[in-house]
């Protein structure tokens, strides 16, 4: 099968199109033919060992997991003797952040693992990009606590993170501040966003209202600059390490004084969460936000310009197959 691979940790260019075995399931795994898969921060984090600490659950010197690829759409092809959930033909979706795979034709998955059945009336292209960004935003959420009637503000509104954080926390039925772009500010009002605050033009934690939790969910912003923005005991929380890894050494220290507080939950999904991201996808309340698509041969190019940050959403990628 084909399948991009890449044998030492680096730049985009060490993804590599290559012919390699068609995995074969375990009894209690699935072989899916994948049709469309993602290229997102994960799989760039994993690739580029750009934080050694990656490399810690990936391999020191060089990847143990050579084909990336953490979220897949596809049809069940044959199944393990033991799998009693799925059957060949079924399409299904979810996510594999523990042995990735799904830049590939073919992957295989544990019949519990973070898989299940795709929502009806979506393509394959709509069910790849449900899990990544919308598990990180759930995980903070839960962390958070937020509930209905909160104010949060989201800044990175329009990142994978940011454009499920704003659909997941309206869903939830807190207040939804959006920091983004000028041009997708129509976008995050259709996410749900009450209010919409343009980079551009103005500077978010100048802002004159306070919240209960600010999300940052592309990690620009650091907790002094947002303190202010906070309410008596409101709650920051970022994606990214912050400036000399200050966001993990705070969501230590500051629960300890009481009033406002870092949070750095460790990302984690279970099937269940794949199974809520399905059923918000069914009830229409959830939407992954799709920035364009490229088919597996034009990875690099893909993978380019996810690392460019300026992605709205998520980047798919689409996996032909020989008939
Ligand atoms: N290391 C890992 O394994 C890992 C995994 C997942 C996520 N993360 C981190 O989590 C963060 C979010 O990931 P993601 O996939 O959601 O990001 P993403 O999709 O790459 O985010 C891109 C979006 O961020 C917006 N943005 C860029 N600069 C901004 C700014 N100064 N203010 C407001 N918005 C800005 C861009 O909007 P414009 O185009 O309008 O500027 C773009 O829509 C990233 O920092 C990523 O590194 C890390």
């Given amino acids: 099968m084909k399948a991009i691979i890449h044998t030492r940790y680096g730049p985009p260019e060490v993804l590599q199109l290559k012919e390699i075995p068609k995995p074969v399931p375990k009894d209690n795994e699935v072989l899916i033919k994948i049709y469309a898969t993602t290229v997102n921060r994960t799989d760039c984090g994993f690739r580029s060992a750009e934080y050694f600490i990656s490399r810690f659950f990936s391999g020191l010197f060089r990847p143990n997991n ?28 979810g996510y594999n952040d523990i042995t990735f795979g799904a830049n590939a034709e073919y992957m295989t998955m544990a019949e519990e693992a973070y898989i299940t059945t795709m929502p009806p009336s979506i393509t394959y292209e709509e ?33 994978a993170i940011g454009s499920a954080a704003v659909q997941l926390i309206t869903y939830f039925g807190a207040e939804v501040t959006a920091v983004c772009n000028t041009k997708n500010i129509a ?9 919409v605050i343009d980079y551009t ?8 209202t306070t919240f209960d939790v600010v999300f940052d969910a592309v990690g620009k912003s650091s907790f002094g600059k947002c303190k202010p923005l906070l309410k008596k005991n409101g709650i920051y929380i970022s994606t990214e390490l912050g ?4 966001n993990p050494f705070l969501a230590l220290i500051t629960p300890l004084f009481g009033g406002k507080k870092v949070l750095f939950p460790l990302p984690s999904i279970s099937k269940e969460d794949v199974e809520f991201l399905k059923e918000l996808v069914v009830t229409k309340k959830f939407k992954p936000v799709i920035d364009r698509s490229y088919p597996l041969e034009q990875i690099i190019e893909a993978t380019r310009y996810v690392e460019t940050g300026e992605k709205t959403g998520n980047v798919v990628i689409t996996v032909p197959h020989d008939r």
Avoid: W
């Fill in 243 to 246: 400036y000399m890894s200050q």
């Fill in 187 to 195: 976008l995050v009002k259709s996410l749900g966003a009450r209010v």
């Fill in 66 to 93: 050579q084909t990336l690829g953490n979220e897949f759409a596809g049809e069940i092809e044959t199944i393990g003797k033991a799998v009693k959930s799925f059957k060949p033909g079924d399409k299904v979706f």
């Fill in 201 to 208: 033009q103005q500077d978010f934690t100048k802002l004159d």
């Fill in 127 to 159: 069910a790849a990009p449900i899990t990544e960004g919308a598990h990180y935003a759930l995980c903070d959420i839960r962390a958070a606590k937020i509930k209905s009637g909160q104010k949060v503000l989201v800044n990175g509104a329009t990142g």
